[in-house]
């Protein structure tokens, strides 16, 4: 039996059966905060993002990004000596992670009645696109199919124009994110009682509750307020949004008291104490006149590093529009570790990731965790969670039941 | 000593001084779990989110939806006895969340040091929006300023053209969400070993790790990457976006084996054998010309409800882009609660708001919470956790220590 890491959930164990993202995603939060997470991987080649983004070697490194600090056993599922394997792994874990299409893991033979029959104290996720139940359970789902139902999609971009998607994974990583926290909340729930459960955790839920004002403003304004994507500034405070400056953008949030401030910015005192531009209700009547004015004093300044050093001498709330390419080397994203660099033995080299979002301060340094290669660990977790016998791994690997690569 | 309500939670306290969106939704979080949050509001107006959004009788929904189940404690915090009596609260509670500056709650006399003293194992979740640390940390921040330092805001829109920021909140909420998870983590890791600590979530943080493939790609690639917005279709895989349809818009996902699919749907057989189009890399090559087969097709369609009903035939992954107002009366998002109805008493009517995004199977409905008038349970805190007898809560009320409003 190995030792879990030395961080929050030590001892935790956790069977991870995801793929793509949201489910790893999931597993991989538990494992960044010392959970042992065993993923179990479809041979003969494993999880699909392994075929995924940027290669070296092989080695995907979407898979990587990803993966980090889970154990790889990779199985023909579909010999009954791996589910056998699977069966007995379940009764040693407390909690089993799930990303597939609903409906096919209870096909497999795992559903969560069963999951109770092996450990009655069981903790099973579901994560999906659109969740477990409802109409729509049964689609085929990806992050933005699930973003376009939540009505987030239709929040982003010019009226009258077709919208866009964010080209980042937000939907998946969050709903992740939202597994691991249901997964401790259900922890807690077990420890006190018993008791195991499952969880349903989708994407369009967790889309839907990102809309902090948009949903209750429907019917509380009998129909006046469709919200809507209206372009580039908030439509609740003004100015809140993204400016032309000079090559390059600005992000100026200057509603309520921060408007004197960007006043004095810009030398015009005038404007803070003028009925026309002196409230966010009145600014937002002039938004187009309050944009142009902002925009052209920002045309003032050689470049927009210049003006947000000159608005920050102001405490405006302001920000460069950074490239994911300035992120990189920027200071503060270096120095808080929002931005780490990693070595991976596969792919032989150093890589940038995005470092865990949250900072303990028990534990101030990030874990040393790998991503594993397919297989990795088939022998070790045969062994010390099956107590089985060299002789007999290297049987279930002669027969195919066991799978492993170099990459 | 009140009960918790009955859910995963049950019996944890939290001390809640944050205000706004993301430090609330922390909060909330925790209490739609079935903790019990103490809200303290600063007198005279309390949480300066009840002057925010859609009102009737003075009350805010933006107040209501993001402080459902939390009691409210208003105390004139520039008097000494009402800090008095927060220092009091904190001896009895198991978690302090907020969501100041970096730095105001230390200057409020409750550094975290200070906190370990009143409460060894107490956990302090700080959440703000560029974190505690690093040489931006002191900015005024608020969530679209953390977007634009991510890199995440310049990867919405069109390449060369001004960038769009989504007017949804999904910085604020799903930074509380980490925050609750940060929590989660750390009592587990407490329990075990009697130690709190403090927590730093901060919104840039967890922006920057949405981010599944583009932090890795820039150096992995020598910087032939070098990601950007590119408009409205995903770039390592094809075709993956919105399209144009009749009077709407189409989000399809059909790139890998789902290509074959859309075409079976479009009776264009040979274009999943057309060797220009079979792959996905072939496709991203003629992503003009892919885009266009597509959106001729749509138009033969009297409209986009229909077209998708027919893509669903095939199986084909796609959804409508559906508007917020369309959202509140789709069937299958009533049949999972990922929008509900509820009722406040003080607005004294009912309003639509986001579902708890975490479907828990011991607990299948929602908790009944309300959302708290400005200082509701000043008498019952100080009854029950402070031991007060009525005449000293009177006398404190008159004094103008503790704060009630009717809204």
Redesign the interface.
């Known amino acids: 039996m190995t030792a879990g890491l030395n ?6 164990r956790v069977l991870d059966f995801t793929r793509a ?1 949201a489910g790893p995603t999931c597993a991989r ?1 538990l494992a960044e ?1 010392g959970a042992e997470v065993i993923k179990v991987e479809p041979g003969p080649k494993g999880d699909m993002s392994r075929n ?3 290669f ?1 070697n092989r080695r995907s ?2 898979f ?3 993966n980090r600090g889970k154990k790889s056993l990779c199985l023909n599922l579909r010999d009954p000596r791996a589910m056998a394997l699977v069966v007995e792994l379940i009764s040693q874990v407390d909690v089993v992670v799930e990303n597939f299409r609903p409906g096919v893991i209870a096909s497999m033979g795992l559903s ?1 009645e069963r999951l109770k029959e092996i450990k009655p104290d069981i903790i099973l996720c579901s994560i999906s696109a ?8 049964q ?4 992050d ?15 009226k009258d124009e ?9 939907g ?3 709903t992740g ?2 597994g ?3 997964v ?6 077990r ?2 009682t018993g ?1 195991g ?6 994407l ?3 889309y ?14 009998e129909g006046a ?8 500034h ?3 405070l003004m100015p ?3 400016f ?1 400056g000079t090559n390059g ?3 100026i ?1 200057s509603f309520f008291h ?1 408007w004197a401030d960007l006043c004095k910015a810009m030398e015009r005192p005038d404007l803070s104490e003028d009925a026309r531009y002196s409230t966010d209700p009145a600014r937002l009547e002039r938004r187009d006149e309050v944009v142009k004015i902002i925009e052209d004093w920002l045309q003032t300044f050689p470049d927009v590093p210049s003006a947000v050093a000159h608005m ?1 001498k102001f ?14 080397s ?4 270096r ?2 570790g ?2 780490r660099t990693i070595h991976d033995p596969v792919y032989d080299g ?13 534990f101030p340094e990030e874990l040393p965790l790998q991503a594993p290669r397919v297989g990795q660990h088939n022998a070790e977790i045969l062994s010390t969670y099956l107590g089985r016998t060299p002789e007999e791994v290297e049987q279930l690997k002669a027969d195919g039941v066991l799978i492993e690569k170099p990459y």
């Open positions: 961080h929050c959930l030590t001892g935790l993202l939060m905060m995924a983004s940027t070296r490194l979407f990587v990004q990803h969560y659109l969740g477990q139940s409802g109409p729509l359970a689609k085929p789902g990806y933005y199919i699930a973003q376009a139902y939540s009505g987030v999609t239709s929040m982003i971009g010019d077709a919208p866009y998607i964010p080209l980042v994974g937000l998946d990583v969050s994110v939202h691991a926290l249901a401790l909340a259900a922890l807690r729930h420890d006190q008791k459960q499952h969880l349903d955790v989708g369009l839920d967790v839907y509750n990102f809309h902090e004002v948009n949903v209750h403003q429907v019917r509380a304004s307020i469709r919200p809507t994507r209206v372009g580039r908030m439509t609740y809140g949004g993204v032309k953008y600005v992000v949030m921060h920050e405490d405006v709330p302001v920000a460069p529009v950074l490239s994911v390419e300035e992120t990189l920027h200071p503060h994203l120095a808080r929002t931005v150093e890589l940038d990731v995005p470092g865990f979002p949250i900072k303990f301060s028990e």
